[in-house]
């Protein structure tokens, strides 16, 4: 049995990961809701069933989700894409959203995602694994530094969204 936590074990055969299909969309909006409330962001989310069903489960779809089980209980997901290093001259693969329910946390859900997408990383021959993380969640913070992480600090992330996408790209 692997250590997933300092108070909590559980065995591999507990922790299950598939790719997420059209029939768990409400789950993914339910992870969404959730994740955004605990981001204190409760009334950001604009997505809809509808809008997760186009984007997610389209044909073509740039996106792509996930479901952690423990048994038959789903307790956790993701979402991420493949993004493109120049420098590298390879993809990468970028985490969008990770989640794992606060009851369900400490018992290797979390882990277990990151280990699926490392997997899959290399077997898409991505040079790089990416994601951002709140600077106050500690505990994802501390998380990611336990399994070897490294913090980019000297990247500062910029956003164009919203109205102020809209009047940039309507200059002339």
């Known amino acids: 049995m692997k250590d997933y936590g300092k108070n909590k074990q559980k065995s591999d055969a507990m922790i299950q990961i598939r790719p997420a299909v059209v029939d768990d969309v409400a789950t993914i909006l339910h992870f969404i809701n959730e994740l955004a409330i ?8 604009e997505a809809t069933e509808e809008k997760l069903i186009n984007t997610l489960f389209c044909e073509g779809a740039t996106a792509h989700a996930l479901l952690c ?20 001259g390879k993809n990468g693969l970028y985490l969008e959203d990770l989640y794992v329910s606060p009851d369900s946390r400490g018992q290797g859900a979390g882990k277990a995602i990151m280990k699926y997408l490392a997997n899959l990383a290399l077997k898409r021959k991505c040079g790089r694994f990416e994601w951002v993380v709140l600077d106050w969640n500690k505990p994802a913070i501390d998380f990611y530094d336990s399994i070897g992480a490294k913090p980019q600090n000297e990247w500062i992330i910029y956003r164009l969204t919203g109205e102020a996408l809209k009047e940039f ?3 002339a």
């Open 169 to 171: 790209a309507a200059e």
């Open 38 to 45: 605990y981001e204190k962001e409760p009334d950001a989310v």
């Open 69 to 88: 089980f423990d048994g038959d209980k789903v307790i956790g997901f993701a979402v991420y894409f493949f993004n493109y290093s120049t420098w590298l």
